[in-house]
């Protein structure tokens, strides 16, 4: 029975899965049934480019606002929450991989590397990625990583700008860069979670997304 279960969230699992479409949601996490849409390896092959290249260096190189800290961006275990409860006393566990984090004096900053058009509206896109890293290191499982304080979050964007020094064989793709912090808010991230669970825990499966093309291929095919 679903009333039985403890759900477990991934927080990159939030903006393009339960934002995009409940009942695609709602089948993953009740059903279990999963279609998997293949993720361009480029984006990860970009990924660890910058996180091999900013680990070890200074805050100051992702933006001057930020406390002067050493970024930390190889650490590349699965981070565990412990077992966590809404708003309405309902338990889940979180779990993930983060890019990294930045270690001030006093203080922890999670940071996050997107490959993506610079735009101050992706911070209302990964509020809620960001503040479940937060949540979760600040209350893990034994076994898991361990940040406290962490004081701040945010994600650091690289926009893609121009081509230059080629010659035939390679050459040089110049990106605009630009830091968002994001708020931490707890409270925030668990009445969303409660929103979450409200759907998948309802006796009603959710409508299909006319916007959604699993739920139109799927209304295709089952004519």
């Not at 203080?107 to 979760?136: G, P, R």
């Amino acid at each position: 029975m679903v009333a039985n279960r403890i759900f477990n969230f991934s927080p990159s699992e939030f903006a393009f899965g339960f934002e995009n479409c409940q009942k695609c949601y709602y089948d993953k996490k009740v059903h279990g049934i999963d279609v998997k849409v293949p993720f361009p390896s480029i984006f990860s092959k970009l990924d660890g480019l910058q996180k091999k290249y900013y680990h070890t260096k200074s805050s100051k190189l992702i933006s001057e606002d930020l406390e002067e800290g050493e970024i930390v961006a190889n650490y590349n275990k699965m981070i565990y929450s412990e077992i966590l409860y809404d708003n309405e006393k309902r338990p889940f566990t979180m779990s993930g991989k983060i890019d990294g984090y930045i270690k001030h004096k006093k203080s922890f900053t999670v940071i996050d590397f997107k490959t993506t058009a610079i735009n101050e509206k992706k911070i209302d896109t990964y509020t809620t990625q960001l503040q479940s890293y937060a949540l979760m290191m600040q209350k893990p499982r034994k076994d898991s990583l361990k940040l406290d304080p962490i004081e701040k979050l945010g994600i650091f964007c690289f926009d893609p700008s121009s081509i230059s020094a080629t010659n035939g064989k390679d050459c040089s793709i110049n990106m605009n860069t630009k830091w968002f912090e994001i708020k931490r808010d707890d409270q925030n991230l668990i009445n969303y979670i409660s929103r979450i669970l409200e759907v998948l825990y309802s006796d009603e499966t959710p409508k299909e997304n006319p916007n959604c093309g699993i739920c139109n291929f799927r209304k295709r095919i089952t004519v």
